[in-house]
């Protein structure tokens, strides 16, 4: 109690001189935490949107086809192991898909396009393609149509082909025939930027089955989890209950590893440049601790005169500080909760959507969760913690004599 | 014969090196017994308050041997002097130094708390002494909010209240008035007289002079007398 109370009482002895301090730890705990909230945040928007418009949470493939993608690397999906997927508690939905390539002829141009399959129905509730389509019909809303595809902008504009018109297909069949059918272009998808989306053709997946001779056979099936931050653990259960060796159960940051590495490196980088805020308010609160600790050299001398272990006056300056940090993160959490509340409601407006690792994004969101106070809250105090030794070994060690001399 | 409470033998103390060094204390050999009212006096840089500082293990010996109660302070760590001072050594300065950021009663409590005293105990015997020295009243007041002589009131209090062996005061009534330092001679003289506390002052003042019941004086760092009145 009577540590406590010296530390509490020689807080309030210099009020200005604590406020300065409080406020400078205060500020770098907040800056910190809304910092990292909007690093999670964008990082939680960013992985929404390329799991919501692309990848799903998990993905399963044959052996192999995540290294090499190959239109030979095909797997029949069991009734065994739809019920499997079916049964998951963890498991939202879940879609299969087909990939290949093929020589796509308009009428008067014609390109190579990148083909994906997709079941129309099921797709829907694994990912946003539905939202994509900015011209014509969704694939399952056409039923007169035959072949019908949606084709991305990009692509549209080099073989010059509108909604309505027929393309014809030309590629390789799974057992090695040549692949060849026409198609009905029922909506055009993509911003017609030059992006991996604005050059794809999007089919249903029986059409391409029976055009690719690929019978029941697939390459993907994409899951859709709670949420992704559930997909490294749900991958692994999964590769448990399917138990099956011919088939590679992968999260998203397996199968967008690009993308996870590219983002893991910039929030290396984040970590890095908090890490400078903190190092430079730890400078701040060094000084001010120091300048506290010499000023009140006399009298640490005079305690240890009277016999006070230096023990205690290291604990005392120690708490001290703690102290000061810890209530200036108490109310700092106030300011950043709220300032992480409002941003993750209406977050700031980007003027020029950003694009990165393939996923384009027009605002920047702040994540309100326990984490983006909690580790600024740690950071602080043991930065503060950390700051506060040196001073106080450095009084506890006094001769006390000599610091008595010094008044 | 009276029992010892300090036994210092062959004393001295320089400080510096070499053509700088100066001798605080030569060859000092000096008993205090229990229950002695003693003043050190002599003129300025004679060393007496190097003594002090010395008798109570503040300050290190060049050489010789310094016993208090029996312990020789030579060989002890900064820590086991700390708490050496604490469980037998009061301590009286001239500039008081209390705690600022203490009250009254809290700063008299101070080493009974590094004792751990009863809370008990220690609320009695802040109570006694806080009457003992006239401060009732004034005992929730912080240092700040006193006169220097109530402040030395308070930090002669704080040095008897934990019942030490001796008590060591540096000039104490340098910063007072000559009526306020009456009375707290006064005041220790009767805790001396009525507890046989023992008191040892390094002093300037007649006022103690008159007072003490023996009188050690220094010149250039020698004991050159020693008077029992």
């Known amino acids: 109690m009577l540590i406590l109370k010296l530390a509490f009482r020689n807080l309030l002895r210099h009020k200005s001189r604590s406020l300065l301090c409080g406020l400078t730890i205060m500020g770098a705990f907040i800056l910190f935490s ?47 192991i739809k019920q499997q997927l079916n049964d998951h508690p963890q498991v939202q939905a879940w879609t299969t898909r087909i990939f290949s390539s093929a020589l796509v002829f308009g009428e008067k141009k014609s390109s190579i396009a990148r083909l994906m399959a997709v079941d129309p129905d099921q797709e829907s509730q694994v990912t946003r393609i539905r939202e994509k389509v900015k011209a014509g019909k969704f694939l399952s809303d056409t039923t007169d149509v035959y072949n019908p595809i949606l084709i991305g902008s ?18 390789q069949g799974a057992d090695g025939s040549v692949a060849n059918d026409l198609f009905t272009v029922v909506g055009i998808v993509g911003k017609g930027s030059d992006d991996a989306e604005s050059r794809r053709v999007y089919l249903p997946l029986k059409n391409a089955q029976e055009f690719l001779s690929l019978g029941d056979r697939i390459h993907e099936v994409t899951i859709r989890l709670d949420h992704f931050n559930l997909a490294r653990k749900e991958a692994e259960s999964l590769r448990n209950i399917l138990n099956n060796e011919a088939l590679d159960v992968q999260p998203w940051q397996v199968v967008e590893e690009q993308f996870y590495k590219a983002m893991m490196a910039d929030q290396q980088g984040n970590w890095i440049s908090q890490g400078v805020i903190m190092l430079i308010v730890g400078l701040v609160i060094l000084i001010t601790v120091l300048m506290n600790a010499f000023e009140r050299r006399h009298e640490f001398g005079v305690l240890l005169a009277l016999g006070t272990p230096p ?97 | 014969m009276s029992e010892i409470v300090i036994a210092s033998k062959n004393v001295s103390k320089h400080f510096g090196e070499g053509e700088a060094q100066v001798h605080a204390l030569r060859e000092v050999d000096l008993d205090i017994n229990i229950g002695d009212f003693a003043a050190i ?44 001072r604490r469980e037998h050594i009061g301590l009286v300065f001239q500039a008081y130094n209390l705690i600022p950021v203490l009250t009254v009663m809290e700063n008299i409590e101070y080493v009974m708390l590094l004792q751990n005293v009863p809370v008990a105990e220690r609320k009695e015997r802040v109570e006694k002494f806080l009457t003992e020295v006239g401060l009732e009243g004034k005992g929730n007041r912080f240092p700040v909010e006193l006169s220097g002589g109530q402040q030395q009131r308070v930090a002669i209090a704080r040095a008897m209240v934990s019942h030490p062996d001796i008590i060591l005061a540096d000039e104490p009534t340098a910063n007072l008035d000559s009526e306020t330092g009456v009375l707290l001679l006064d005041m220790m003289r009767k805790f001396n007289e009525e507890f046989q506390m023992t008191f040892v002052f390094s002093t300037h003042d007649p006022q103690i002079m008159e007072r003490a019941k023996r009188m050690v004086t220094l010149t250039d760092g020698h004991i050159v007398s020693d008077e029992i009145k």
């Not at chain 1, 082909?161 to 030309?170: D, H, L, M, R």
């Not at chain 1, 102290?323 to 909760?337: D, K």
């Not at chain 2, 293990?57 to 109660?69: A, C, E, N, R």
Request: hydrophobic content about 40%; some cysteine.
């Open chain 2, 41 to 84: 006096v002599g003129p300025s840089g004679s060393g007496k308050t190097t003594l002090l500082n010395i008798l109570c293990g503040l300050d290190k010996v060049s050489s010789g041997d310094i016993q208090v109660s029996g312990r020789s302070l030579q060989d002890m760590s900064g820590s086991e002097l700390a708490k050496f």
């Open chain 1, 34 to 80: 809304i910092s990292l909230g909007f690093s999670d945040g964008s990082y939680g928007s960013l992985i929404r949107m390329l799991t919501d418009t692309q990848s799903g949470h998990v993905q399963v493939h044959r052996q192999g086809y995540l290294e090499r993608p190959s239109l030979f690397r095909h797997f029949q999906l069991s009734q065994e």
């Open chain 1, 311 to 407: 023990g205690f006056i290291f604990r005392s300056i120690v708490l001290e500080m703690t102290l000061l940090s810890g209530l200036s993160v108490l109310v700092g959490s106030f300011f950043a909760y709220g300032l992480n509340w409002y941003y993750s409601v209406d977050g700031i407006k980007l003027e020029t959507p950003l694009e990165y690792g393939g996923v384009v994004f027009n605002q920047m969101l702040s994540e309100n969760s326990m984490s983006v106070l909690l580790i600024p809250a740690i950071f602080s105090i043991c930065v503060t913690f950390l700051v506060a030794l040196y001073p106080a070994i450095k009084s506890a060690r006094a001769v006390p004599i000599e610091a008595i001399r010094e008044n």
């Open chain 1, 154 to 171: 990009h692509l549209q504009k080099l073989i010059q082909v509108k909604v309505g018109e027929e393309v014809a297909f030309i590629g």
